[in-house]
């Protein structure tokens, strides 16, 4: 199988970095400079660079297109992949809309290709692990998540966290995260959505607070910010203690707590970089024409952030 990157900014390198399986083979690259392009295909032995995404997309011998271009171009591109009959594994987040979303999951499934969102929480080995240790212990009825995301940004970033045309804000570039650790955990769907929303002078959210319920009255509280750093702990409690996940959007280790104090290690071996346990997952669904569970995730998490935006007042420009 023969990967392409559509893209050769930050998020780019680290896939490259992290590219390492035996059943695929990094193919090629694009970017809009052909001469970015050839540097990066130099930098990390890539067979194939293009100047353009439409010479690359021409290629007949890609399979998959790893989209590693900023949120506001994803909806367009997802589209040209697949017009150009590749799978799609696209950066979070996928699409900036659950209306953007279904589009191009009908799409997919019309094309019979797979379409999937790069969120680590999908791929790495400690929540499958988790989600089993607890299945195997009595802690009774979840309670209450806790997903903190706080991650200073200067307002003068070259980067697209405050500009609006490139869909920059705290939801879409962290906020993502935390809603998805939670609904990892929620019996069900939230039906219960209440939030507060400051927006930063250039149009995006810079802070808010999102609280969740859903119809067996577990709460989740989600805070997010580009004005400051927070603790990157999740912590998910049950009726018998808690859990706490240091760094959860790539966590091999979490802690559980009982209502004695007494603590329990949960951990995984794992050594991999978290974009390499992706790969092959993607890689390994396409081969085997696996289930594609993630696309369901994907879209309970956008019907939350379209439903705060909505409560924010934050339109992007291209909307």
């Known amino acids: 199988m023969k990967w392409a990157i559509l893209g050769a900014g930050n998020i780019a390198n680290d896939f490259a970095r992290s590219f390492k399986t035996d ?41 998959a297109v790893y989209i590693a271009t900023p949120h506001s171009h994803h909806y367009k591109q997802i589209k040209q992949c697949l017009n150009a009959g590749k799978h799609v594994f ?26 999937a969102e790069a969120m680590t929480i999908f791929h790495v080995p400690l929540y499958p692990k988790l989600k089993q240790w607890i299945a195997e212990h009595d802690l009774g009825k979840l309670k209450y998540i806790h997903a903190p995301y706080g991650a200073f940004k200067p307002e003068d970033s ?26 990892e955990f929620m019996t069900s769907q939230p039906d219960e959505i209440l939030t507060f929303g400051n927006l930063h002078e ?3 959210d810079e802070t808010s607070v999102i609280l969740l319920k859903n119809k067996e009255k577990e709460l989740a509280t989600i805070t997010l910010s580009f ?11 049950f009726q018998k203690g808690y859990l706490e996940i240091p760094g959860y959007t790539r966590a091999n280790q979490a ?21 390499t346990h992706e790969i092959n997952n993607f890689t390994n669904m ?23 935006r909505a409560e924010w007042g934050l339109v992007y420009p291209f909307d």
């Open 90 to 115: 696209s950066e979070k987040v996928m699409v900036t809309s659950g209306v953007q979303l279904d589009e191009v999951i009908q799409l997919a499934a019309d094309k019979n290709l797979y379409l």
């Open 23 to 63: 059943k695929a083979e990094l193919y090629a690259v694009a970017s809009r400079s052909k001469e970015k392009a050839a540097a990066f295909a130099d930098q990390y032995k890539i067979p194939v660079s293009y100047g353009s995404y439409e010479e690359m997309l021409a290629d007949a011998t890609i399979d």
């Open 255 to 275: 802690t559980f707590t009982d209502l004695q104090g007494n603590k329990t290690v949960i951990e995984t071996t794992d050594t991999a970089h978290a974009f």
């Open 227 to 237: 004005g400051t750093d927070l603790p990157h702990v999740g912590v998910v409690a």
């Open 158 to 183: 070259p980067m697209y966290f405050y500009k609006p045309e490139l869909a920059g804000g705290a939801l879409f570039d962290i906020g993502t995260y935390a809603l998805t650790f939670a609904l």
């Open 286 to 308: 396409v081969l085997e024409k696996g289930a594609n569970p993630t696309l369901a995730k994907t879209k309970n998490v956008m019907t939350i952030m379209d439903t705060v």
């Open 202 to 204: 250039t149009g995006v």
